[in-house]
């Protein structure tokens, strides 16, 4: 290639990287990748209808439903709900879906318990924020800033917030 063309091709794979979110690698790739395999999951309350979400969500679409994958699920009643007071086990996935209109799954809203990953909060979470193609929203390495003051809040389990706002 010619000096020019390389020039080129840069500023254009330049263009497109900046006009899409970034594909995740690491620990952001494998909590998307658990998501979208989808095995095992049991959702909040037993049932995958969409929930209107709450007032007091952080999430500006404005359906959602939540899932835990196996080892979350530990934590749950029979009736699906969060048991009270309860710290989630390591390698516990929780994945809330976030939809623009009900036919358009939009992002996957994620909290991994992995306490010996670098990015891990003090509770041992690591926060995903991933489009549902795969793009990276915020990154884990972010270590959830713009997630945990909200998640903190009086009435959480662990973290957590579907019980409190959908009782
Ligand atoms: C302003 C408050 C607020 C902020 C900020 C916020 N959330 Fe949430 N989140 C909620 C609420 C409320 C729920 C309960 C469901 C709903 O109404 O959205 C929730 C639910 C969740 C759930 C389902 C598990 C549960 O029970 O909490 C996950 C996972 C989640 N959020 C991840 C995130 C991530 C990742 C971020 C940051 C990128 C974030 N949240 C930022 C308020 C917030």
Redesign the pocket.
């Known amino acids: 290639m010619r000096f020019h063309q390389v020039v080129c091709v840069t500023i254009l794979i330049s263009l497109f990287s900046c006009t899409k979110d970034k594909p995740p690698s690491g620990i952001d790739a494998a909590m998307y990748q658990e998501a979208i395999e989808n095995d095992g999951f049991t959702w909040y309350k037993l049932t995958d209808v969409l929930l209107d ?2 007032a ?4 500006p679409q404005p359906y ?1 439903r ?1 899932r835990f994958n196996g080892i979350a699920a530990s934590q749950l009643d029979g009736n699906g709900k969060v048991l009270d007071n309860v710290s989630f086990p390591e390698g516990s996935l ?1 994945v ?1 879906e976030l939809y623009d209109n009900p036919q358009a799954l939009f992002r996957y ?3 991994l318990k992995a306490s010996n990953n670098e990015f891990a909060d003090n509770n041992g979470w690591v ?3 991933i489009n549902e193609d795969g793009g990276v929203a ?1 990154p884990a390495e972010e270590k ?1 800033a ?2 945990i003051n ?2 903190s809040q009086q009435g959480n389990i662990d973290g ?3 019980n409190k ?1 959908f009782p």
């Open positions: 979400k709450s007091g969500s952080g999430h959602l939540t929780i809330k809203a994620m909290l926060w995903g924020y915020i959830g713009q997630c909200c998640h957590t917030l579907m706002f």
